[in-house]
């Protein structure tokens, strides 16, 4: 539901005879269910029901939802008001019939037109108090602004009567404040919130609130302005006491997550965002279920800052499950399902339609987790869910006004496969220590430091951050001396990093002093990382060094670069070029020119694969498409980053090898940022070089290709005057109401341009072949029909250009046109883009299959063009790129008129 921009690069015109893609072969008739409920696919022995369609009773796009002491359900419109019902008992094969407006029964009456409680993002029924995260600005159609709400029925009517701010929350829209969960042992509230939301006032933290950037890396803040006035923490996790007047800071350093979910012991999991826009980027990080213990860090930074989740002063993920939009999590302990969906996290995917679930295993202090695809649908915009007071899954679907939806989702299976209770997770002893350190994270305790040193060098990667923060959480003067009297390396490693973020200015030598003792040669590839960030943080915390130092640090470090580790590499390369050493532009120069390692596709390395994705949401999954295939070397463009700060070890021939990547690195295709990026690091280049040499190296780094902005490369074609609108199906009679006549050639060609037309489509031999050929389509259809179609794409779908789901038997799907077929598989393409990668799936781990209900056009595609830019380019297809065509010729009424 989080926002999403992307420049959509395909029409899909869908004015073609159906043409089979099946070969004809007979398939088992199914049951053939209404079309919200055809869409779904679901696991088996499961069964969903359709409960209500606010979209269709003109109550909104609702995005939350929580039962209330008396099993009814309560939920909230995106811009609007709250509603409560009663729902009907499973399987009953009935709807919702009773749905009321909530209404707040205050001293002075209300109009029913009047909004007093709603557009909210978080809903929780708790201490007898209906609790609402409120996310908005305030306007003249509801006034009330951000932030944690309290509704109480104080006469016992049935009636809230009493509204209480708990906290005002600065920050609104779709990374704003979002969910509100009751905690584990039901004495406390938690609330999450996304990254352009400012940490209020807080009573305790426990994470440190010294945060920093920590990235010596040359900062490049988002080229297009996205977060550039956010800083850390990001995202973060507080609770609070029921009263709301006790807030603590438990976790920071997210995007934009959108709600929390605890397991049976009482460890908190969260469904973390990715950015779009750095698709293909290094600093790229995809979404991801991410296990939030206490005082934790996950390291968002704003622009390229984002850290590496291998860093040790911020955690990795369970699991990156890939691109997508998150927005709920449950923990199914409470639902009546077969017994692994009781031990699984599941995450809703707005994007994509999926809800996923994940199997925990407990790993160490923390967890291990293999996803599977528990619920999806095409399109199926998840927003909120809970496990209800029956054990059945329900969830809701809309957000942004899109049309909304209710569900409920129950097991239908053998009764043998549900348990009454649920066998729990054994607590292992590595969490049952790292819960006692975490103790330590509250206050100043005489124990903490003597308690946690030990851990320091845990090979439980949990356990040692659990260490270092409580030792950081202690007065400093009580434990720097240890620091530098350890002699255990990893210890030694982990201790310094604590007080490279929590001393001064005049620890710094001492420091680097320390670190250069220890036998690089003896530590593992995860030790080194760890040390080497330690050196960066010593630099990024506590300032620049003087000379002495960066030569001692670059003697250390400058014989172990470069190593056989992409992110070992970036942390050296970036720290080498800090201190000026001399060989480093040479080698990081070589490496740039010759990419290779576990960061050249930084989409490879997730439990989703991006080309399962493009079809399910061509909205969104087209810009998947096209990174996918011309997608830039990551780790090249990290070093043409690092490269731009390099002040020595320059030579003209190195100069130009690296002035010369630029030009080629704007040929590649990542996300909507990169151009920007890669412009924004060469400009930084371009300014240490001499001013005689500034033109000559500017052309060869390619200026030419590029936008005025930099963001883009340079494009001829004209874009459209606007005014911007909305174009809807009642729009098409008035705007042809005088039909198509003395039309403009030249700007039906330019908006078939810049509507991106000719990146999908042919015309007289010129552009793509991704959707049909278009010469001899105004020979076919009307412009009604064509118009209609371009609005709503979706509405019809020719076979031959419709994508097939293929459901398979471990519960997954595949979305995919279908090439051909056989008897022992299908050979499918998921990439308009790259129509000759063909995936292959055996007809064994099929178990059905059924048509796509999407179009691979996306919806509002002409919505930048005015009604005669809208005129105009229609009659450019009726006219089939002929600009002798008559409709283009003054009617014999226009000249007689004139």
């Given at each position: 539901m989080r926002k999403k921009i992307f420049n959509n690069s395909?029409?899909?015109?869908?004015?073609?005879?159906?043409?089979?893609?099946?070969?004809?072969?007979?398939k088992p008739v199914a049951e053939q269910l209404p079309p919200k409920l055809e869409k779904l696919k679901l696991q088996q022995g499961f069964k969903a029901e359709h409960l209500y369609s606010p979209s269709d009773n003109n109550q909104g796009s609702w995005v939350a939802m929580t039962f209330d002491n008396k099993d009814r359900l309560i939920v909230s419109d995106q811009y609007g008001a709250l509603y409560r019902m009663e729902v009907p008992a499973i399987n009953s094969g009935k709807s919702i019939s009773k749905i009321e407006k909530l209404k707040i029964q205050t001293s002075e009456k209300v109009a029913d037109s009047i909004i007093q409680i709603g557009y909210a993002q978080g809903l929780l029924y708790a201490f007898n108090s209906l609790y609402v995260m409120v996310n908005h600005r305030g306007s003249d159609e509801f006034e009330k602004t951000s932030g944690l709400y309290?509704?109480?029925?104080?006469?016992?009517?049935?009636?809230?009567?009493?509204?209480?701010?708990?906290?005002?929350?600065?920050?609104?829209?779709?990374?704003?404040?979002?969910?509100?969960?009751?905690?584990?042992?039901?004495?406390?509230?938690?609330?999450?919130?996304?990254?352009?939301?400012d940490l209020p006032e807080i009573d305790n933290y426990l994470l440190p609130n010294n945060w920093k950037n920590d990235n010596l890396l040359y900062e490049i803040k988002d080229p297009r302005g996205h977060a550039n006035d956010r800083a850390a923490p990001g995202g973060w996790v507080a609770n609070l006491d029921p009263e709301?007047?006790?807030?603590?800071?438990?976790?920071?350093?997210?995007?934009?997550?959108?709600?929390?979910?605890?397991?049976e012991l009482g460890d908190m999991f969260v469904y973390d965002s990715d950015m779009e826009w750095d698709l293909g980027m290094p600093w790229y990080r995809p979404t991801r279920i991410c296990h939030v213990t206490s005082g934790s860090e996950f390291g968002w930074r704003t622009g390229n800052g984002k850290w590496s989740p291998a860093y040790p002063d911020n955690l990795p993920p369970v699991l990156d499950i890939g691109q997508g939009s998150p927005t709920n999590v449950i923990y199914g302990m409470n639902a009546k399902f077969p017994e692994k969906y009781k031990h699984s996290i599941f995450a809703f995917?707005?994007?994509?339609?999926?809800?996923?679930?994940?199997?925990?295993?407990?790993?160490?202090?923390?967890?291990?987790?293999?996803?599977?695809?528990?619920?999806?649908?095409?399109?199926?915009?998840?927003?909120?869910?809970v496990i209800g007071p029956d054990g059945a899954m329900y969830f809701m679907t809309g957000g942004r006004k899109l049309e909304s939806d209710l569900y409920r989702v129950f097991y239908n299976g053998s009764v043998d496969n549900i348990q009454e209770k649920s066998i729990a997770l054994e607590q292992t002893e590595e969490n049952k220590?790292?819960?006692?350190?975490?103790?330590?994270?509250?206050?100043?305790?005489?124990?903490?430091?003597?308690?946690?040193?030990?851990?320091?060098?845990?090979?439980?990667?949990?356990?040692?951050?659990?260490?270092?923060?409580?030792?950081?959480?202690?007065?400093?003067?009580?434990?720097?001396?240890?620091?530098y009297a350890e002699e255990n390396s990893v210890k030694k490693i982990n201790a310094a990093i604590a007080l490279a973020r929590q001393g001064s200015k005049n620890q710094q030598d001492?420091?680097?002093?320390?670190?250069?003792?220890?036998?690089?040669?003896?530590?593992?590839l995860s030790q080194q990382v760890d040390l080497v960030r330690a050196f960066e943080l010593c630099?990024?915390?506590?300032?620049?060094?003087?000379?002495?130092?960066?030569?001692?640090?670059?003697?250390?470090?400058?014989?172990?670069?470069?190593?056989?580790?992409?992110?070992?590499?970036?942390?050296?390369?970036?720290?080498?070029?800090?201190?000026?050493d001399a060989s480093v532009v040479s080698k990081t120069l070589t490496l740039l020119e010759t990419p290779q390692g576990e960061n050249v596709d930084v989409m490879a390395n997730t439990a989703t694969d991006a080309a399962d994705l493009i079809l399910r949401n061509p909205q969104y999954g087209m810009s998947i498409a096209e990174t996918l295939k011309n997608m830039p070397p990551a780790q090249s463009t990290f070093y043409g980053n690092v490269l731009s700060n390099a002040k020595k070890g320059w030579t003209p021939e190195l100069h130009e090898r690296y002035f010369k990547w630029f030009y080629k690195a704007f040929s590649f295709k990542a996300g909507r940022s990169y151009i920007g990026f890669i412009d924004k690091a060469r400009k930084n280049a371009l300014s240490k070089v001499s001013k005689d040499k500034f033109e000559f190296y500017n052309q060869m780094s390619g200026d030419s290709l590029l936008s005025s902005s930099g963001n883009e490369l340079a494009s001829h074609a004209i874009q459209p005057k606007g005014p911007r609108k909305n174009w809807a199906e009642e729009d098409i009679a008035p705007l042809l109401a005088d039909g198509l006549t003395n039309r403009n050639f030249e700007q039906g060609r330019n908006m078939f341009l810049a509507t991106n037309c000719i990146t999908c489509h042919s015309m007289k031999g010129e552009g793509?072949?991704?959707?049909?050929?278009?010469?001899?389509?105004?020979?076919?259809?009307?412009?009604?029909?064509?118009?209609?179609?371009?609005i709503d794409p979706n509405d019809v779908i020719s076979d031959q250009y419709n994508s097939t789901v293929f459901i398979l038997k471990d519960g997954n799907s595949v979305v995919g046109r279908l090439i051909s077929e056989n008897d022992k598989e299908y050979k499918i393409s998921q990439n308009p883009y790259a129509p000759d990668v063909i995936r292959s799936i055996s007809r064994s781990d099929v178990v059905s299959t059924k048509m796509s209900t999407v179009s691979l056009m996306p919806p509002g595609t002409i919505n930048r063009l005015n009604d005669d830019e809208v005129k105009d380019l229609l009659a450019y297809l009726i006219a089939g790129g002929n600009s002798d065509n008559a409709i283009f010729k003054k009617s014999e009424n226009s000249a007689s008129a004139k």
């Open positions: 395909c029409i899909v015109l869908i004015l073609l005879f159906s043409i089979s893609c099946e070969s004809g072969k007979e309290r509704l109480q029925d104080t006469n016992n009517d049935d009636q809230y009567d009493s509204i209480t701010l708990l906290k005002s929350l600065n920050g609104a829209g779709e990374h704003g404040p979002h969910s509100i969960v009751l905690s584990p042992d039901g004495k406390s509230l938690y609330v999450i919130a996304g990254n352009h939301t709301g007047k006790k807030w603590e800071l438990v976790a920071a350093g997210f995007r934009n997550p959108f709600d929390l979910a605890f397991n995917d707005w994007s994509f339609g999926i809800i996923y679930a994940m199997e925990l295993e407990t790993d160490g202090s923390s967890y291990s987790g293999k996803k599977e695809e528990f619920l999806s649908g095409l399109p199926l915009p998840l927003t909120d869910g220590i790292r819960k006692e350190l975490e103790k330590y994270h509250v206050g100043i305790n005489d124990k903490a430091v003597d308690t946690a040193w030990p851990y320091l060098d845990s090979e439980d990667r949990f356990i040692r951050y659990a260490a270092r923060i409580a030792i950081e959480q202690q007065p400093v003067a009580t434990w720097q001396n240890k620091v001492k420091l680097v002093s320390l670190l250069t003792t220890i036998d690089y040669s003896k530590l593992t630099l990024s915390r506590l300032g620049e060094p003087n000379g002495k130092v960066k030569n001692t640090i670059a003697d250390y470090l400058a014989p172990h670069y470069p190593s056989e580790s992409d992110v070992l590499n970036q942390l050296l390369s970036k720290t080498l070029v800090y201190v000026d793509q072949n991704i959707g049909p050929e278009l010469s001899q389509i105004g020979t076919r259809f009307s412009p009604e029909d064509m118009l209609r179609s371009i």
